[in-house]
């Protein structure tokens, strides 16, 4: 069945450095990429997602790559601030089937 | 737009009491869907709507849980003989999706807490 696979549970940063979220994913179909942000006490809100092999997606400084070929959805940042301390959340669907599966977050937290 | 809205926030049970979580999704929104969110297993994929009718409810366990949407504006979540485990945010999403691959918007979500 559909998998997704965040190998970080606990990602603790300085403000100001680059971050790097690893998503890989399994299906047989051909899938939709999510990453699902959620601060504290709020719901999960959509970062960006992306169906497009090897086409770099932005939102809100944050971006990634869809690589087909090695099934990775990598979020990264080049300078992570404050506020972007929250749970990240990568998730599938196939291009059909609207039910999205989620790994299992990373929580990301900056320091000053 | 209010969102998707669900009712109560918080609820305690007592161990073998029922409880009922309600959602009301995104006016227009054809697709609904309960998750439920714990520490240990993240946020797994219960059950899923699609114009009232159930598709996939391949993720809930079959012995107590059930869900119902009676009309477009609503959906329950019902849980009977809760039980300590059964302890966890659950979170109602919906989507204008007649086709794969949506965003879904979600609630924010019902803390249950079994003692």
């Known amino acids: 069945g559909d998998s997704v696979t965040q190998t970080e549970g606990l990602v603790t940063l300085t403000k100001g450095l680059p971050v790097m979220l690893n998503c890989t994913y399994q299906t047989t179909y051909s899938p939709f990429l999510f990453w699902y942000v959620q601060h504290l006490n709020e719901a999960p809100k959509l970062l960006l997602k992306?169906?497009?092999?090897?086409k770099r997606t932005e939102h809100q400084g944050f971006y990634a790559t869809l690589h087909k070929s090695s099934s990775s959805f990598h979020l990264q940042k080049s300078s992570v601030q404050l506020s972007d301390s929250a749970l990240y959340f990568c998730?599938?669907?196939?291009?059909?089937?609207?039910?999205?599966?989620f790994g299992s977050g990373t929580k990301l937290t900056v320091e000053p | 737009n209010a969102g998707v809205i669900q009712t109560p926030r918080h609820k305690v049970t007592g161990k073998g009491q029922e409880a009922t979580l309600w959602c009301e999704p995104i006016s227009g929104h054809s697709a609904v869907f309960w998750y439920r969110q714990t520490i240990v297993q993240g946020l797994e994929f219960l059950t899923y709507?699609?114009?009232?009718?159930?598709?996939?409810d391949s993720g809930m366990p079959k012995e107590r849980f059930s869900a119902q949407m009676p009309n477009q504006s609503h959906s329950t979540l019902k849980i009977q003989s809760t039980q300590p485990q059964d302890s966890a945010v659950y979170l109602c999403?919906?989507?204008?999706?007649?086709?794969?691959?949506?965003?879904?918007?979600f609630g924010s979500g019902t803390r249950l807490t079994v003692l």
């Open positions: 992306s169906s497009t092999d090897n």
């Open positions: 709507f699609r114009n009232q009718a159930p598709i996939d």
């Open positions: 999403a919906s989507s204008s999706g007649t086709k794969g691959a949506e965003t879904l918007y």
């Open positions: 998730a599938l669907s196939e291009t059909l089937y609207n039910v999205l599966y």
